[in-house]
């Protein structure tokens, strides 16, 4: 079979925060994709705002960059995928390898294989795909190279890899500084041979499969993402398979239901760097982007006119967390509250989406290009179930409805169950944890009321313990927060799908109520000094509540509806202690993660762009008192 020698396709995959965009940085610059005098960000790949907020790759992205090999050949083009780390974004990861030959996996020289180095692993073994070990951050003063190599290993016969997959070549970098080397270098140390990535490039010209075709077979691209352009319209980026792509030519276009309908590409581009530039032609191996279809999706194939043969569509993992999200209905719809606390954007002008039809429109277009996600009505007309890989992925669709002006409440999330042989299963997760040893108890204590059971410890003796849980995927809603205080902020934990097992029982995740605000008005400092001794608050004075609104949590594991409007009545007697100064403990603010951890069955969140906000799912006290009397009779 001929193959393209000018080209390589390749997908960087690692567990989240080992360095994986930073290599990208280093090979755009090393490349010479840049002018000299051009002014360069660092992790140019995430080019999202909450990417660079969160410090996280979220959506797959490509790049390609023109390498010249030292023997003075012709150059060769690159083409790079920078993969999300985290598992709430395995959709991302899947299109990802199915775009390339080979996969370059990340691994920490501290830190080691950790859960999500495990799934994305696991993805490109079951692609039959080449790998190719890079350990990075060989600089970090704990590093332990040696004993990483040995854990990726493990890793691999873990995951039955066959023994050409085994054979991996191994590049030690310091992606930072922009250094690899083929030697190992010292623990703690910089590759010492080397002053570039020019081993590491030539180890990728070496080991990465050139693409190869059959040159009588007719077209066939495979559409992987989807992007959207101003002035082109919705923008299909896909990889050539075989035959050749044309501007201007009349292609077949295999949609998902098996319908074939004949569309011309209007606009073909490649891209070079962080930029799509307009090309002519592009052949088998080549990564592009075509414009002109307005209302194609991902996994599709665009094929010749004549002989259209499809390709396989693009399967992911099923969901494991599922909420509600629906209209805005608080008494404070469409008005955005009092605009206090981080998220206030005084005087911005705000254009607010309220209605259900907004909505569900934006659902709608989520789904064209997030295939981990499914939407699904519900009894109400304004209100749908959002299904997803985990929390994280899903607050992230809500974060980002809010930054586009939607207003919503959103219900507690929930695990998505499934039937085998006459039995519910719910999906577990592989927790992984790292604590120092004197949290080790406390750690285990927190698994075991969440129905986890240990399946390996290991002890570094560097006065850390890394354990391994199995815990129902519903025992890690609201997790990290009492995790975190648990250890004092310094544990580490991460958890990936582990598949599904018989339900597990009932769970008690979270011991204290909520104080919750029994009228509407403003939120006074004579009231949150006398209600702070009750619980922490949530509020600040000024802030506008209404009744239902959970301004608070309690100390004890009941609700409590509290008046926290009550102001100071005025009198012409003078007191005591009427030049006294009370203090006010600062109020925890909650962010919309912490929202949806801290949320009860009972309870939802409403969003809007200055706040977020947790309220009780029904209002009224009165109705609240009834329909908890009604349970405990049930």
Known sequence: MPT??????????????????????????QAGAFAAHQQLDDRMMDSNDLEREKGITILAKNTAVKYHPKDGGAPITINIIDTPGHADFGGEVERGLSMVDAVVLLVDASEGPLPQT?????????????VILCINKTDRPDSRIDEVI???YDLFLDLDADEDQIEFPIVYACARDGVASLTKPENGTVPADSTSLEPFFSTLL?????????????????VTNLDADNFLGRIALLRVEQGELRKGQTVAWIKRDGSIQNVRISELLMTEALTRKPAEVAGPGDICAVA????????????????????PLITVDEPAISMTIGTNTSPLVGRGGSGKGADAKAGVKVDRKVTARQVKDRLDRELIGNVS???????????????????????ILIETMRREGFELTVGKPQVVTKQVNGKTHEPVERLTVDVPEE?????????????GRMDNMSNHGSGWVRMEFVVPSRGLIGFRTEFLTNTRGTGIAHSIHEGHEPWFGNLTTRNNGSLVADRAGVVTAFAMTNLQERGVLFC??????????????????????????????????????????????????????????????????????????IRKVVLDQKDRGRTASRAKKA
């Open 206 to 222: 070496e080991h990465v499969p050139a693409p190869g075709y059959d040159e009588d077979a007719p077209l066939q691209a495979h």
């Open 4 to 29: 393209r020698n000018d080209i390589r396709n390749v997908a960087i995959v690692a567990h989240v925060d080992h360095g994986k965009t930073t290599l990208v940085d280093a090979m755009l610059k």
């Open 540 to 613: 600040e004075p000024g802030t506008e509540v209404y009744e239902g609104m959970i301004v608070g949590e309690n100390s004890r594991a009941d609700d409590m509806d509290v008046n926290i409007t009550k102001e100071k009545k005025l009198t012409n007697m003078r007191s005591a202690n009427a030049d006294v100064a009370e203090s006010i403990v600062p109020p925890r603010k909650l962010s919309l993660e912490q929202s949806l951890e801290f949320c009860r069955e009972d309870e939802c969140i409403e969003v809007t762009p200055e706040t977020v906000r």
């Open 150 to 152: 040995n854990e990726t």
């Open 292 to 311: 002109g279809i307005g209302e194609i999706m991902i996994g599709e194939t665009l094929a010749d006119p004549e002989n259209p043969i499809a390709l």
């Open 118 to 130: 495990r799934f994305v692993l696991r993805k490109a073994l079951t692609a039959r795909l080449p």
């Open 373 to 395: 996600l499914r939407v699904l009505d519900t009894e109400r007309p304004d209100a749908w179930e959002v299904q997803g890989r985990g929390e994280l992925a899903l607050a």
């Open 439 to 451: 949290h080790m108890g406390a750690v285990t204590q927190l698994m075991g009321i969440r129905k």
